[in-house]
C-alpha cells in the first residue's frame, strides 16, 4: 500500500528550465528557418528576372534574324532594322525596348528590363555581305542592385546574303 500512495503523490510533468531550454531551441530553428525563406525568395527573384532578360533577349534577336536581309535586293539596300549601329554597353535610340515586370512593352521610365542591340558588318572575302547581332537584355537603370549582373542575357548570331 506504500508504494501505491507514493506513485499517486508523485506528479509528473516539465520543469520550467526544461519548458525554457526547449522555447529557445524551437526559437532558434524558426530563425534559421525564417532566414532559408529569405534566401528562396531572393532565389526565386533572380530566378524570374534571369528567365526574363533571356526570354526578352532571344525575342528581340529573333525578330532581327526574320527581318529580311534587303528591302531591294537589286540595289543591295539593306533593311532599317539591319543598318549598322546600336551598342550592347549603352542606350542608343532605335536599337533599344523597354519592358515592364510582366514583359509588356513600356516606357523608359517605368522600365523593369532592358534590351539593347547592336548591328555591325562583317568584313569578308566571300561574295556575301554579313552582319554581326549581339543583343543584350538587362534590368533598367532603376532596378540596378547587386546582382544586376546575374539578371543579364547576351547573345550574338551573324546573318548574311548572297551578293552575286
Same mark, same amino acid.
Request: charged letters at 15%; proline letters at 4%; aromatic letters at 6%.
Given at each position: 500500500?506504500?508504494?501505491?500512495?507514493?506513485?499517486?503523490?508523485?506528479?509528473?510533468?516539465?520543469? +520550467?528550465?526544461?519548458?525554457?531550454?526547449?522555447?529557445?531551441?524551437?526559437?532558434?530553428?524558426?530563425?534559421?528557418?525564417?532566414?532559408?525563406?529569405?534566401?528562396?525568395?531572393?532565389?526565386?527573384?533572380?530566378?524570374?528576372?534571369?528567365?526574363?532578360?533571356?526570354?526578352?533577349?532571344?525575342?528581340?534577336?529573333?525578330? +532581327?534574324?526574320?527581318?529580311?536581309?534587303?528591302?531591294?535586293?537589286?540595289?543591295?539596300?539593306?533593311?532599317?532594322?539591319?543598318?549598322?549601329?546600336?551598342?550592347?554597353?549603352?542606350?542608343?535610340?532605335?536599337?533599344?525596348?523597354?519592358?515592364?515586370?510582366?514583359?509588356?512593352?513600356?516606357?523608359?521610365?517605368?522600365?523593369?528590363?532592358?534590351?539593347?542591340?547592336?548591328?555591325?558588318?562583317?568584313?569578308?572575302?566571300?561574295?556575301?555581305?554579313?552582319?554581326?547581332?549581339?543583343?543584350?537584355?538587362?534590368?533598367?537603370?532603376?532596378?540596378?542592385?547587386?546582382?544586376?549582373?546575374?539578371?543579364?542575357?547576351?547573345?550574338?548570331?551573324?546573318?548574311?546574303?548572297?551578293?552575286?
Amino acid at each position: 500500500m506504500q508504494a501505491s500512495t507514493h506513485l499517486a503523490s508523485r506528479e509528473d510533468g516539465f520543469t +520550467l528550465v526544461e519548458v525554457m531550454v526547449s522555447i529557445v531551441i524551437l526559437t532558434v530553428g524558426l530563425l534559421s528557418l525564417a532566414q532559408m525563406m529569405v534566401l528562396a525568395t531572393n532565389s526565386n527573384s533572380l530566378s524570374g528576372r534571369m528567365t526574363s532578360s533571356s526570354a526578352l533577349a532571344k525575342e528581340q534577336l529573333e525578330r +532581327l534574324k526574320a527581318t529580311p536581309f534587303y528591302t531591294d535586293p537589286t540595289t543591295r539596300t539593306r533593311s532599317a532594322a539591319l543598318v549598322d549601329g546600336g551598342a550592347v554597353n549603352a542606350t542608343v535610340a532605335g536599337y533599344v525596348s523597354y519592358f515592364d515586370v510582366d514583359g509588356l512593352p513600356t516606357a523608359q521610365g517605368t522600365a523593369f528590363l532592358e534590351v539593347r542591340w547592336q548591328v555591325t558588318s562583317v568584313p569578308t572575302n566571300l561574295p556575301l555581305e554579313m552582319v554581326q547581332i549581339r543583343v543584350r537584355a538587362l534590368p533598367a537603370g532603376g532596378t540596378m542592385d547587386q546582382f544586376a549582373i546575374i539578371g543579364e542575357a547576351n547573345f550574338i548570331t551573324y546573318r548574311s546574303a548572297n551578293v552575286g
